[in-house]
């Protein structure tokens, strides 16, 4: 399979898992991968967007396009540890996704890769992110890797890393503010 292939490939893969966790399990397709067919057109950024066959699900569907900027990022050569490298590529991957959150007007970002050799799929977030989820869900129930790309004493931004699947189960979409089905969808920033 083509790197292409691969990448489109772990985008649906990370659709279906968002759906599966937006809708608690009902199901797996209310969220789809973003073809890059008209996305320039639309002005849609990110890699997930809302499936447009998705009927009982679109609020919640909805709710999170308009809150979040998804960037899934399935790379041969990403490994956790290269973040210690100035040369990882992980930092220019996360400009580009604080800008495309920046021009949707400051949706959180998520950046979504998948950690070699063991396959591990980890989420990555911003320090505004992180600060807005305690506020919603407290103190974390699992382990965050805090990493600053210029470690200086008046760094701000920070990337924090942890396990997809931890977060998945210890958060709940219905505490950052998700709609019920059929519910009008209501931006939760």
């Given at each position: 399979?083509?790197?292409?292939?691969?990448?489109?490939?772990?985008?649906?893969?990370?659709?279906?898992?968002?759906?599966?966790?937006?809708?608690?399990?009902?199901?797996?397709?209310?969220?789809?991968?973003?073809?890059?067919?008209?996305?320039?057109?639309?002005?849609?950024?990110?890699?997930?967007?809302?499936?447009?066959?998705?009927?009982?699900?679109?609020?919640?569907?909805?709710?999170?396009?308009?809150?979040?900027?998804?960037?899934?990022?399935?790379?041969?050569?990403?490994?956790?540890?290269?973040?210690?490298?100035?040369?990882?590529?992980?930092?220019?991957?996360?400009?580009?996704?604080?800008?495309?959150?920046?021009?949707?007007?400051?949706?959180?970002?998520?950046?979504?890769?998948?950690?070699?050799?063991?396959?591990?799929?980890?989420?990555?977030?911003?320090?505004?992110?992180?600060?807005?989820?305690?506020?919603?869900?407290?103190?974390?129930?699992?382990?965050?890797?805090?990493?600053?790309?210029?470690?200086?004493?008046?760094?701000?931004?920070?990337?924090f890393f942890?396990d997809l699947?931890?977060?998945?189960?210890?958060?709940?979409?219905?505490?950052?503010?998700?709609?019920?089905?059929?519910?009008?969808?209501?931006?939760v920033l």
């Open positions: 399979m083509s790197a292409l292939g691969r990448g489109k490939s772990f985008e649906r893969t990370v659709a279906k898992r968002l759906s599966q966790w937006l809708t608690e399990g009902t199901t797996d397709s209310a969220l789809a991968r973003q073809s890059m067919m008209g996305r320039m057109v639309e002005k849609i950024y990110g890699d997930i967007v809302p499936n447009p066959n998705t009927k009982r699900w679109k609020a919640p569907a909805m709710w999170f396009s308009d809150n979040f900027v998804i960037d899934a990022k399935n790379r041969q050569a990403f490994r956790v540890v290269r973040l210690l490298n100035p040369g990882c590529p992980f930092w220019e991957w996360w400009e580009k996704l604080s800008e495309d959150a920046a021009m949707c007007g400051g949706r959180k970002r998520m950046m979504i890769l998948l950690n070699k050799p063991g396959c591990e799929k980890i989420l990555a977030l911003g320090s505004a992110e992180v600060g807005w989820l305690k506020e919603k869900i407290g103190d974390f129930p699992f382990p965050l890797l805090k990493v600053w790309r210029h470690p200086t004493a008046d760094a701000t931004e920070a990337a942890c699947d931890q977060f998945l189960r210890a958060v709940s979409p219905v505490t950052l503010g998700r709609p019920e089905p059929g519910q009008v969808a209501e931006e």
